[in-house]
């Protein structure tokens, strides 16, 4: 059972085929198994997971339930979790208890939810393999030798391999989308605005977003559901109530117009990919869509003006982790300066004191007009590239990622090779946009994902898109022999 999706769970719940409490001892049991391989959970919350399946199978019995009721789910450790240890897969969080929950975790533990454990991530999500862990790397279930991607990839590797039935991840430069793309399956960024940030802990907080990572477009939705929509909590979640992401799923792609962006076909892109983008795109014009070619012509920049944009927003947001309210705190300090230094050269890793670095120089007084704020023009010529493609074309489709998975330990050397693997998902983040990957080929028994993007808060559009390629293809259906 462990295999279904969401959707196929949830009807068999609601069958009374089996119980929440048997499908969540059956990922528990899983977990036990594999997670030594894998290394996706960071926190296995046992007892909680069979509370919340206790809770949840009463609810059904009563009548009392939703879609996501006793699904059994996973939250990236970057959400807060009440009692529940919250790590940022950092030494600076090793110990800390979250006293409440991120909105994200409180809107699916009310509609039911279980919670099998918190996933393993990059540092501070900072990094495309998920290897700047401080709890180890996490393994492709595709590939053990392989990376999953990052920093979502402790959540892509328990979907893929079957060790929760969905989970939650965020996407600052493309931590959903990459490591959906590496594990072979789907990853939802939603426009900035769309999902409260309240309780996840900050990144590059004028980019940072939560979605869901899911075995299809459908589980998706019915995530979304559940987590899109307006959060007194968070000023810069929009105040729009969210559509009913499963009503326009079915929608006809008849007439749909889909721009290929002439930029992301050109040098750097692997044959292999590219193949697999053109088979979708044939499948998309036998539903009905035309395509055309679009410029994003300034999509080159994305990552230079992202390398300075997010490293600065992290150099701000991480300062709090100074040893004295909470977090790691090193031992015997001699006076307050020591105490602040050595807490925050032990606890942090050394990517994430690279962004610190970075992001402190780029805001300094001297270079400030320089780097921040030439970055900041940049990514207002981003988002005008979206905008004139958008008067002309529905959705864009286009790689999610230049290659299929690399392996452990390749691109560690060199920082700028790992940044480039974003090279596709980080300019959507600029522009504010919702974006997708979707599995859509394979290649030497790797995956190969495919990028959705879709105009300001058009994420219905995108889901349908993606549900309707879904329903003609079965990429998303194949899995890792584990
Ligand atoms: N790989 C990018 C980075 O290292 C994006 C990470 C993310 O989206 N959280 O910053």
């Known amino acids: ?10 009807r068999s719940l609601a069958r009374g085929e089996f119980s929440s409490t048997e499908l969540t001892r059956d990922y528990l049991s899983r977990i036990k198994q594999f997670n030594g391989v894998y290394n996706a959970y960071i926190t296995v919350t046992e007892e909680l997971a069979l509370a919340q399946a206790t809770a949840a199978d009463q609810r059904r019995a009563r009548g009392e339930h939703g879609p996501l009721t006793g699904i059994p789910i996973a939250h990236k450790d970057i959400f807060c979790m009440q009692d529940v240890r919250t790590t940022c897969a950092s030494k600076m969080l090793s110990n800390f208890i979250s006293p409440y929950n991120a909105t994200v975790v409180e809107r699916l533990n009310a509609a039911g939810t279980v919670t099998l454990g918190k996933t393993n991530m990059d540092e501070f999500a900072m990094g495309s393999s998920n290897e700047t862990s401080f709890f180890g790397a996490v393994r492709n279930p595709w590939d053990p030798e392989r990376v999953p991607g990052g920093s979502s990839g402790g959540s892509a590797a328990a979907v893929a391999a079957d060790l929760c039935a969905i989970a939650t991840g965020t996407d600052t430069g493309g931590s959903i989308r990459q490591p959906a793309a590496f594990c072979g399956i789907t990853g939802f960024k939603p426009s900035y605005g769309r999902i409260s940030r309240w309780g996840m802990i900050a990144f590059a907080s004028s980019l940072d977003q939560a979605g869901p990572i899911s075995k299809s477009a459908e589980d998706a939705a019915l995530m979304m559901n559940a987590i899109a929509g307006p959060d007194s909590k968070d000023s810069t979640c929009v105040d729009v109530a969210a559509p009913d992401y499963m009503a326009t799923l079915n929608d006809s792609l008849q007439g749909l117009r889909i721009g290929v962006p002439r930029q992301h076909l050109a040098e750097g892109l692997g044959a292999e990919v590219e193949s697999a983008l053109q088979a979708a795109l044939k499948v998309f014009e036998s539903l009905g869509a035309t395509i055309k070619e679009v410029d994003l012509p300034n999509s080159h920049l994305s990552v230079s003006a ?14 709090r982790f100074d040893g004295v309210r909470y977090g790691y705190r090193c031992a015997d300090p001699v006076n307050l300066e020591d105490m602040y230094k050595r807490s925050r050269s032990e606890g942090f890793g050394s990517e994430v004191k690279r962004r610190i670095m970075i992001g402190t120089y780029a805001l300094s007084a001297g ?23 958008f008067k002309d074309v529905d959705v864009i489709i286009g790689p999610t990622t230049p290659h299929t998975a690399f392996k452990l330990g390749e691109k560690n050397s060199d920082p700028v090779t790992m940044y480039l693997e974003d ?58 022999e584990v």
């Open 423 to 480: 090279i596709y998902t980080i300019a959507v983040n600029l522009a504010g946009l919702p974006g997708m990957s979707i599995p859509a080929g394979s290649h030497k028994g790797l995956p190969i994902g495919i990028q959705l993007v879709g105009k300001d808060f058009d994420e219905a559009r995108l889901l349908n898109v993606a549900h309707q390629y879904q329903q003609n293809t079965d990429w998303h259906l194949q899995r890792p």
């Open 306 to 319: 992202y390398y300075v944009i997010a490293p600065a927003e992290a150099s701000a947001n991480l300062s």
């Open 367 to 389: 270079f400030y007009d320089a780097y921040y704020i030439k970055a900041q023009q940049i990514r207002r010529l981003i988002k005008q590239d979206f905008d004139n493609a």
């Open 1 to 10: 059972m462990s295999r279904r999706t969401v959707a196929e769970l949830s």
